[in-house]
């Protein structure tokens, strides 16, 4: 994470490497809550502000491929 000019917002790059992935999945897994959001996020590159507003009903039956909507209804 590398400080940009003379904001206070910083620039953060992913997480590519396989070994730092696995990683942090052990990391986690004694967390189910934070290790789904960290597949989530790696798997859809989704900002983790987009992933916390996510309910247990948004998911619950959802399946391999399957679209999650994330924003207001209409």
């Known amino acids: 994470m590398a400080k940009r000019g003379g904001s206070s917002a910083y620039t953060v790059e992913p997480i ?3 070994k730092k992935i696995l990683a942090i999945k052990n990391l ?3 967390n189910p809550r934070d ?3 960290f597949i ?3 798997n859809t590159w989704l900002p983790v502000s ?3 507003t996510l309910k247990v009903r948004d998911v619950i039956k ?3 491929r399957d679209g999650i909507r994330i924003g207001k209804s209409d």
Do not use: E, V, W
């Open 16 to 18: 590519r490497a396989a």
């Open 28 to 30: 986690l897994k004694d």
């Open 35 to 37: 290790l789904l959001l």
């Open 40 to 42: 989530l996020g790696i």
């Open 50 to 52: 987009h992933l916390l």
């Open 62 to 64: 959802a399946q391999p």
